[in-house]
């Protein structure tokens, strides 16, 4: 099983400015890493794929960049709505998730 | 619109079954795959397994296998997973999913279901 790790846990974070949150994988994942953002009491919604594909719908103000086990997601200047848990996924060996990153307010 | 939805939330006792059920709407159902996961509070997703709606096959992670089934009833266009056995550390938001081609993403996703074990 290919383990994801993402860091830190909590970035706390002023609106209108810059947010970078990692991920890491056990073993390469090539470009096969996917993006997601969830709200309390929602379900994860689906940001960007291939590392750095945004899905349709996705602000631009969201990037990924990286490729085998170093992957960043970058939200380029934050929004009310973007304080969330942003989680990345592996799709190289079937599907596994990291434990996430709480994006607060400063 | 792409609609998957799920079955109510269920209280079960240790070493109990629980099976919950995942309709999708919206598009042809063998069409796509979907794939369960489950959440505890606090935690992240936790990938359970896939079934492909078209012809049944599954793929469950390794520290389910023998705990869990995922099923599929085509005349009804809808998943099921059971999990059997259950334990306290169980108790989680149970998800399911639709696959997109190319299986880089989960593009719809039910409403969860929150199971509960305890005694």
């Known amino acids: 099983e290919i383990v994801m790790t993402q860091s830190p846990a909590t970035l706390t974070v002023s609106p209108g400015e810059r947010a970078t949150l990692s991920c890491r994988a056990s073993q390469s994942v090539r470009s096969k890493l996917t993006w997601y953002q969830q709200k309390p009491g929602q379900a994860p919604r689906l940001l960007i794929y291939?590392?750095?594909t945004r899905a349709t719908g996705i602000p631009a103000r969201f990037s990924g960049s990286g490729s085998g086990t170093e992957f960043t997601l970058t939200i380029s200047s934050l929004q009310s709505e973007d304080f969330a848990v942003y989680y990345c996924?592996?799709?190289?060996?079937?599907?596994?998730f990291g434990q996430g990153t709480k994006v607060e307010i400063k | 619109q792409v609609q998957l939805v799920q079955s109510g939330a269920e209280v079960k006792k240790p070493g109990a079954s629980v099976k919950v059920s995942c309709k999708p709407s919206?598009?042809?159902?063998?069409?796509?795959?979907i794939t369960w996961m489950r959440q505890a509070p606090g935690q992240g997703p936790e990938w359970m397994g896939w079934?492909?709606?078209?012809?049944?096959?599954?793929k469950y992670v390794q520290n389910l296998q023998g705990r869990v089934t995922m099923t599929r009833d085509t005349s009804t266009s809808t998943v099921y997973m059971e999990l059997r056995s259950l334990r306290s550390d169980d108790t989680a938001v149970y998800y399911c999913?639709?696959?997109?081609?190319?299986?880089?993403?989960?593009?719809?996703w039910g409403q969860g279901t929150l199971v509960t074990v305890s005694s």
């Open positions: 996924q592996q799709y190289n060996d079937w599907w596994s």
């Open positions: 291939g590392a750095s």
């Open positions: 079934i492909s709606t078209h012809n049944g096959n599954t």
């Open positions: 919206g598009y042809t159902f063998t069409s796509y795959g």
């Open positions: 999913a639709r696959v997109v081609p190319g299986d880089w993403g989960f593009d719809f």
